[in-house]
Nanobody, 123 residues
């Protein structure tokens, strides 16, 4: 079993950057598929970026070219680098993990979730 703790959220102006981190406790990411999700008020949770069971990156169309997901298995840290941020990126961001994920942007495939970190982008 793994416990996930996000950090790095905050407020930034449009065009700025933020780096989110998700630390894993109880296990390392080498045993899991991982993903980042977000949820804005009044909207459903959506997949932002993920790494599937074969190690392939997937990104939502809305963040391609701006966001980068990476993981450091030795340090048990998952990272989401977010550049060229837009007001529509404002949301609560969550990291997630599961033993084997076929489509990493599908929230239903994950069974471990962090508590979330808020990202606010002002225009």
């Amino acid at each position: 079993q793994v416990r996930l703790v996000e950090s790095g959220g905050g407020s930034v102006q449009a065009g700025g950057s933020l780096r989110l981190s998700c630390a894993a406790y109880g296990d390392t990411y080498s045993s899991y598929s991982v993903g980042w999700f977000r949820q804005a008020p009044g909207k459903e949770r959506e997949g932002v970026a993920g790494i599937d069971m074969y190690g392939r990156d997937r990104y939502a169309d809305s963040v391609k070219g701006r966001f980068t997901i990476s993981q450091d298995n030795r340090k048990s840290t998952l990272t989401l680098q977010m550049n060229s941020l837009k007001p529509e990126d404002t949301a609560m961001y969550y990291c997630a993990a599961a033993r084997a994920v076929w489509y990493p942007l599908n929230a239903n495939e994950y069974n471990y979730w962090g508590q979330g970190t808020q990202v606010t982008v002002s225009s």
